[in-house]
Nanobody, 122 residues
Framework: QVQLVESGGGLVQPGGSLRLSCAASGSIFSIAAMGWYRQAPGGQRELVARITIGGNPDYADSVKERFTISRDNAKNTVYLQMNSLKPLDTAVYYC????????????????WGQGTQVTVSS
């Protein structure tokens, strides 16, 4: 019903920057919240940042002042600008959409993207 596709991951040096994008497609009327989670090898999936349809963001403490989340509601797209990257930021980053209202009136709780690898290393 709904697909989320991430892009923008890659290999960067410590202190570098990356910009992730995630576009949701399907018969979507609105998405209440969109966000980014990450999972390091052997670790649990954790929230990085999320943003509501009204533009209110939340960030994990570990990324505050370094990452910026934004979204384009008309395009059902969410972005994550990542600056001052650290090796501990290395993970697979997953896009998430929550409380998706479909064009024909139904709602679904959430959807996940396939993930994009971010590696921070010298």
């Amino acid at each position: 019903q709904v697909q989320l596709v991430e892009s923008g991951g890659g290999l960067v040096q410590p202190g570098g920057s990356l910009r992730l994008s995630c576009a949701a497609s399907g018969s979507i009327f609105s998405i209440a919240a969109m966000g980014w989670y990450r999972q390091a090898p052997g670790g649990q999936r954790e929230l990085v940042a999320r943003i509501t349809i009204g533009g209110n963001p939340d960030y994990a403490d570990s990324v505050k002042e370094r990452f910026t989340i934004s979204r384009d509601n008309a395009k059902n797209t969410v972005y994550l600008q990542m600056n001052s990257l650290k090796p501990l930021d290395t993970a697979v980053y997953y896009c998430n959409a929550r409380d998706i209202r479909l064009s024909w009136g139904a709602t679904i709780g959430g959807a996940w993207g396939q993930g994009t690898q971010v590696t921070v290393s010298s």
